[in-house]
Structure formats: C-alpha cells, structure tokens
C-alpha cells in the first residue's frame, strides 16, 4: 500500500569536542552521557537525541506510506538505538515519562509497519487469485484484506493520538506524521470499499424483546434479504451477536436466534447483530443492532474440588462450577488466589472449570484462604466468590555457600538456595554477614544460584575469616535457613611483581611498535600520492591534505591504545575516519556515525563499508555501551582506520 509521504522534521545537530589535551587536534565525536553529566552538556545531549528520534518517526513514517519497509526497518532500527540512548540520559535527567512515550510511539510505528507488510503481501496475493480466475479464493482472500483492514484503521487512530501527545511537548511539531498515518487508513479504506462491491449487498433486519438477562435471553428473529428485498435461501449462517458468535438456520430468508448476555454492563442500551458469511460466499455482510435493558443475575460459584494442604512447587488443581438456576454459564474467567496471590484464570466451559498451578514460595506458611471469584463488577452477571480454608505448609531449605579469595580484601561469594527436595529456589534474598556485620545481600536467580562480591571489613583482620549467608523466609512458606564458611586471607597484600613487570614490558614493546608504524606510515605517505576514496590507488588530490591532516589524531590513537585506553583510541580513531570520510560520502556536513555507515553502504565505488563498518561499530560500543572494547579489537580498529584515512599500509 503506498500513498503519498509526509516532510521530515529538522534534525537537531549537537555534537560535542573532545577536548584533546596535547593539542594536536579536536574531534567532533559525540559524548557518554555519564561524561556529559559532569560537563553540564546533558541538556544538549538530550537535546539532539530528541530532535534525531524525531526525524527518524518523520523517515519511518514517510517510508511506510511508500511501502518501503526495508528503508522502514532501517530507521527503526536507529531509533531503537537512540531510544535505548536517551534512555541512558533519563538516568541523569530525570525524563522516564518521556522515554516511555518515545518507547510508545516506536511499538506502534513498528506494529504498522508488520500489518502494512502483511496487507500488502495479501494483496498481492489477492491480484493474483483474481487474474487466474480463482473466484472462490479471492473472495476468501476480500474478506480476510477486510479484516485486516480494520485492525490497521485501530492502529493508525492510536499512533495519531500518540504523535498528538508528543506534540504537546515544547518545539515537537507531528503534524505531517499526522497526516501520513490519516493517509495510510484512507487509501485502505478506499481499497476495501472497492474490493466489497464485488460481493452482493444483503439487509440484516431483527426484531427481539427489549428487556434481557442471562436468565431471560434475548429471542430474535431477523431477516435477511439482497439489496433488492429478496430473502437469501435457506442453510446454515453465522451471527455475531454482542461479540458471541452463534450459529443459526435460514430458512426462506428468515432467522431465529437466541442470546444470553453475561459480560455486558448494565448501562447497555442497545446489542449490534450482524450477519457473517462464510469466507467464499458471494454475499457481503451486514449488521444491525436491538435496544436492550439489561436486568442483572447473580450466579452460584462452587468450589467442587481442591487440595486441603499446599507446599511450595506443589503442582495442584482446583476444579469450580458456575450456574444460575440451574443454567451452566459458559466463557465466563474464574480466578483463583491464596489469601492475595493469585495463582491462576481459566474460563468455564459448559459451567465447569479446572485451574492447575504450581505453589509459588510467596504464599505464607500457615491457614490460608483458597478464593475463586468472577471478576464482574455491573455486568451481566454479577460478580461472586467462593472460598474454602487450606493449610499452606513450610519447606525446609538448603543454604550452600562456596568462597573464593580475589584481589586484597575482595571475596568472591557463591552458593545455591534450593528446597528440600532439591530444587532450586529464585528471586530469594540471602544476606551476608563477616564476623556479624552485614556486607551486602544477593538475589537467587531462577535455578536458586547466587553470586556477590564482597570487601571484607579492615576491622576483621587477616588470617581466617568467617563468612555467614542467611536466608529470612519471613512472608513466605520457605524456612529459614543459615550456612557459615571461611576463607584465609594473606596478612600482607600480595602483588605478582613479576607479572607485573612483564605487562608493563608488553605494553612498552607494543606502543614503541605501534608508534614506529604510524610515524613510519606517516612519512611515507607524504611521499606518495592518495587514492579517490582513501586506501584506494588514483592520481594525487587534494584528499592526500586531508589523509596527512589526521595523521596525528592517528598517532594520537597509537598513544591512547600503547597506554591501555582502547575506548579512547577508538573514538579517536573514529574521529579521524569521520574528518576524512563525511565530506566524500556523506551528504550531512556533520554525519551521525550511523548516517556516515549509511553513506557509505548505500555508495557503490566505495568498496570499503565493511572496515568502516567495524569503526562505527567500535566507537558506538566504546561510546555508549557498559563493556569495553579490548586492546586487540582496538588494535584492529587502528589498523582499519589507517587504512580508510589512505595511511599507507606497506609498512
């Protein structure tokens, strides 16, 4: 489906220099927010991911009416990680409401974007179906387009009441994302509207009483006719009556059908009926509605079968029946709770339900209450409850715990939280205590493991020290449980001197290698003349200028990666592939790294995306994410670099 696109909204471009102490350059880089946070730039920085979320709505939406869902899929995928960037801002910010609309608006982007792909698809295979003549497939494949249609239709109303909240915000103008999702519904609409006056038009007539309960149904008898007021056959025929689906028999034309109304409110004042056909028949749809007055029935809840003793990971069931006067009540949800945890839902089926449930370890030990309930509150049938008093019993437990010495006064902490019957046991807290004070706690994962670094208090001494894990099963049906372990710890801090020393060695005998190669590399490329795109063989330009220009912010790097920084040398790195790239590939005086990969992908002479790939890659994980880069991949990276900046490679 493609429809005219919208305009995109200005991208705001705050970038940031990293201030380079030497003084040999400065390069336009973005910045760690945690970093920004100091500099007091945060609201620049918050300010540019906002203006770049923005635009990437206004692409993703223009590329969606254009039915362009790879370009589609590629902005969604920016923006989720500028999402997952301002979320890391809010930190500091103070903005989580607003992520959560952002967060919002992109689900919803996204949910068009799978529907618009999934109509298309079944249009075209709806085309093809016409042009071979499968008449019968076509029609089932209108129907189902119809369907979807509809569902599309729900999206874009919400998506346009989205981007209208985010307009309420200082400077955010959605307007023309407005009116491309407004654009997108009414080429649909106009396409289904087109596709049903294939089908023959049919009038769905009813007449039934007005006043209703589930004890005194709805009794209707309609008609149903062609546009022309001829009574359609006789057979079989689907009504959906107050969303309920009901089969029916047509004879000559006529219909008689009855309804027991159970979740309607009691304000209801009139029932919609309309008529379904079969997904290959020729008719079209129709629909009618009835006034209704709907008279409440309170029900009968019985708890027919249940356990009179739970333990914890206990599997058990409870079966319960609901009826009124006698009539079961069907599609009905029962819920079940211990005292206030709840422990399942089911619906009824022919007025009876089962709920099976494993006993979590949050249910207290003790005499507890077994409720069942309808969750109905003025609807047609009332809500009720039934209870019935159980035993929750408690589950002894088991504490292991395991220490290891890491570094001075630091202890690796380890152990396993598990019933008796040996299964593990999560989401538990086990406090840690040395010599009686506190330490720190963990939290049990789902398989009862738990692992915590801990600092042994100065006060403890060195020699033996003794470790105590407790488990509190306060407000659960788990008992407690405590384990003691110790661990020595050396009396004088033990350094690997020799270690020590041939790691410093390492890193003396890389950065005089490094050093060498650049400042080698440097020199001869001075000498030699730069390709079109640098790294690639051409008569000499005026790119070698730019080449030789960032040779020392590579050198730069060298130094940075010769010291341990590997996440500085690889934003420097990126800063001298973003001075000598973004002028030739890229169409933006300032390109994000994104645009400048983009740039170069999209570019077919330059054969050499793969590398800056790695670069952006690096600089964005370097940037923005918790782990480090390691000095190897940063060493790469160097390497790449030299050879996007045209630094001669033959050294």
């Known amino acids: 489906m493609t429809v005219g696109a919208g305009t995109n909204t200005p991208n705001g471009d705050f970038q940031t220099a990293i201030d380079d102490s030497s003084g040999e350059n400065e390069t336009i880089l973005h910045q760690d927010p945690e970093t920004i946070a100091e500099d007091g730039d945060l609201a620049a920085v918050d300010a540019w991911l906002l203006d770049r979320l923005n635009e990437l709505l206004a692409d993703r939406s223009n590329a969606l009416a254009d039915g362009e869902y790879d370009r589609a899929t590629e902005y969604g995928e920016e923006y989720q990680l500028r999402l997952e960037q301002l979320d890391d801002v809010s930190a500091y910010a103070d903005t989580d409401e607003r992520v959560a609309l952002y967060e919002q608006l992109g689900l919803e982007q996204t949910e068009l974007h799978e529907r618009l792909e999934t109509y298309d698809d079944l249009e075209a295979e709806y085309e093809a179906a016409r042009d071979a003549g499968d008449d019968e497939r076509a029609r089932e494949l209108a129907r189902d387009l119809s369907d979807l249609s509809e569902t599309i239709s729900e999206t874009t109303t919400s998506l346009e009441e989205t981007y209208e909240i985010a307009s309420d915000a200082p400077g955010v103008n959605m307007r023309d994302e407005r009116r491309t999702a407004r654009a997108i519904d009414e080429a649909i609409v106009d396409a289904d509207e087109t596709r049903t006056q294939e089908f023959d038009a049919t009038e769905l007539t009813v007449e039934a009483n007005e006043e209703i309960s589930f004890l005194e149904p709805l009794e209707g008898e309609g008609n149903l006719t062609t546009a022309d007021g001829d009574p359609i056959g006789n057979g079989s025929l689907e009504l959906i009556v107050a969303n309920e689906r009901i089969e029916a028999e047509l004879e000559n034309g006529t219909v008689e059908f009855e309804y027991r109304p159970t979740d309607l409110p009691l304000r209801t004042d009139s029932v919609p009926i309309e008529y379904a056909p079969s997904p290959s028949s020729t008719y079209a749809g129709s629909e009618t509605s009835v006034p209704v007055s709907i008279q409440q029935v309170e029900p009968t809840l019985s708890i027919t079968e249940s356990p009179t003793a739970l333990a914890y990971n206990d599997t058990v069931a409870i079966e319960a029946e609901l009826e009124a006067d006698g009539e079961s009540i069907d599609d009905v949800p029962i819920d079940a709770a211990v005292d206030e945890t709840e422990i399942g839902t089911e619906q009824t089926s022919n007025g009876s339900v089962t709920i099976e449930y494993t006993v979590p370890s949050d249910i207290p030990d003790g005499e507890g209450d077994l409720v069942v309930d309808v969750p109905y509150e003025d609807q047609a049938i009332a809500g009720v409850e039934s209870q019935v008093v159980i035993d929750v019993l408690e589950t002894e437990t088991d504490l292991e715990l395991e220490l290891e010495h890491e570094t001075g006064r630091e202890l690796a902490v ?207 994980r370097a940037t923005y994410r918790q782990t480090d880069v390691s000095l190897e991949e940063a060493e790469r990276i160097l390497e790449q670099t030299m050879d996007l900046c045209g630094i001669d490679d033959s050294a």
């Open 414 to 620: 380890n152990g396993t939280l598990s019933s008796d019957d040996g299964d593990g046991v999560g989401g538990q807290t086990v406090e840690l205590f040395v010599d009686g004070d506190s330490v720190g706690a963990a939290t049990t994962q789902s398989t009862g493991d738990f692992s915590e670094p801990v600092v042994v208090p100065d006060d403890a001494g060195s020699g033996m020290v003794e470790v105590t894990a407790l488990y509190d099963g306060a407000e659960t049906n788990l008992a407690d449980e405590t384990t003691t372990s110790s661990v020595r710890l050396p009396s004088e801090p033990v350094i690997d001197t020799t270690a020590l020393a041939d790691r410093w060695l390492e890193i003396a005998v890389l950065s005089l290698v490094v050093l060498l190669a650049v400042l080698y590399r440097w020199r001869h490329r001075r000498r030699e003349p730069t390709a079109e795109y640098p790294g690639e063989q051409s008569p000499a330009t005026d790119d070698d200028t730019v080449s030789i220009a960032v040779e020392p912010m590579v050198v730069h790097a060298a130094t940075q990666l010769s010291n341990g920084r590997a996440n500085a040398a690889v934003q420097t790195c990126y800063g001298a592939v973003s001075d000598v790239l973004g002028d030739q590939i890229s169409a933006s005086q300032s390109p994000t790294p994104r645009e400048l990969l983009h740039a170069g992908t999209t570019d077919d002479s330059f054969t050499r995306s793969d590398q800056l790939r790695s670069v952006v890659d690096g600089y964005e």
